[in-house]
């Protein structure tokens, strides 16, 4: 999902846009361990996702932003995507979809959006990152979340299984992939290059239960990868399956390299075999194996088998006989 941009919240009732009520400073302090005051804080609002078609051609669907309302409170901001305790920045503690009035999405829909209040202690440590952000410095954020399947907008059915492509139209409907039945929001990342992939939503295709070609999928488009315990389980499977393949492919290799050398040596013993050896190393397994039937079969030419008993002259089959009739 594309990335969005910082919004500040309008002036209400002629006080500064970032003035935390009564109500919100409530909520904030279900997250303290110590009474904070309005003043104590930097609070702010942020557009998380929307239900417009990303770079990707997908989209989240309204029931999915609804979803996500609920799952990305109380979620931290972290940036870049990048999980270590000491990235985070600020946390969520309201989220709401709101509509977008005359607005529309590249499928004509309704434009929604799901936006958040989020917050920060006023310190020496937060000072420059309230600052950037209020000057405009620091304004675009991602989301990491995981969803159940994309679907096609098309016929309804999992992207991957059905023959409409992302980004082309049928008739009047334009093909993307809908985000359904979010499983869990992990976070979401202040961002440095937003135009770029990847400041895109950090998103896996199936939730909670992903086959091995699907997170490979996911790692190759190096837009930073969050994977669920299960998901590491397979890949470490994954890897050492590879490892074992690795091993008797070695194995092969070798084996296939030192039958080629011994037959170089008996075919062609003009070339050393330091010579060989060197050019061995550089073979693909598929040129050592076209070597060695080559070699094989000029080995036979110059090894032929001959008859030891039959002389120069040319005989006729009787005439060979008969010589050893008794």
């Known amino acids: 999902m594309k990335a969005e941009t910082i919004t500040k919240a309008a002036a209400i009732g002629g006080e500064p846009p970032q003035t935390v009520s009564e109500a919100e400073l409530k909520l904030i302090n279900a997250y303290t361990r110590k009474e ?43 940036f870049d995507h990048n999980p270590t305790a000491k990235n985070q920045a600020a946390r969520i503690f309201s989220c709401a979809v709101e509509s977008v009035p005359g607005r529309k999405t590249a499928t004509g829909d309704e434009y929604f959006r799901l936006t958040a209040r989020a917050y920060m202690p006023k310190n020496e440590s937060s000072r420059d990152l309230i600052e950037a952000i209020e000057s405009g410095m620091i304004k675009e954020v991602s989301v990491g979340c995981a969803v159940e399947k994309t679907v096609c907008s098309v016929c309804g059915q999992e992207l991957a299984l059905c023959p409409h492509q992302k980004g082309e139209r049928y008739g ?118 076209e070597f060695k039937t080559a070699f094989e079969n000029q080995k036979n030419k110059q090894y032929a088998p001959k008859p030891q008993l039959l002389g120069g002259k040319t005989k006729t089959t009787t005439e060979a006989i008969g010589a050893f009739t008794i």
Not at 70 to 77: D, H
């Open 36 to 78: 904070l005051a309005a003043e104590d804080v930097y609070a702010f609002t942020v557009v998380l996702c929307d239900n417009d078609v990303d770079r990707d051609g997908e989209r989240f669907t309204v029931e999915s932003l609804f979803a996500l309302e609920k799952l990305f409170v109380g979620k931290t901001g972290i």
């Open 172 to 289: 009047n409907t334009l093909c993307c992939g809908e985000l359904t039945n979010p499983q869990d929001a992990y976070e979401w990342s202040f961002v440095a290059v937003p135009a770029q992939r990847a400041a895109g939503v950090v998103k896996s295709a199936t939730g909670k239960d992903r086959n091995m070609e699907t997170i490979l999928k996911t790692l190759s488009e190096k837009n930073g990868a969050l994977l669920s315990a299960s998901d590491c389980e397979k890949l470490l499977g994954y890897i050492e399956t590879l490892k074992d393949a690795a091993k008797d492919g070695v194995f092969y290799r070798d084996s296939l390299t030192s039958e080629v050398l011994r037959l170089s040596a008996a075919v062609q013993p003009g070339v050393s075999r330091e010579t060989m050896e060197d050019v061995a190393k550089r073979m693909s397994v598929a040129q050592l194996r």
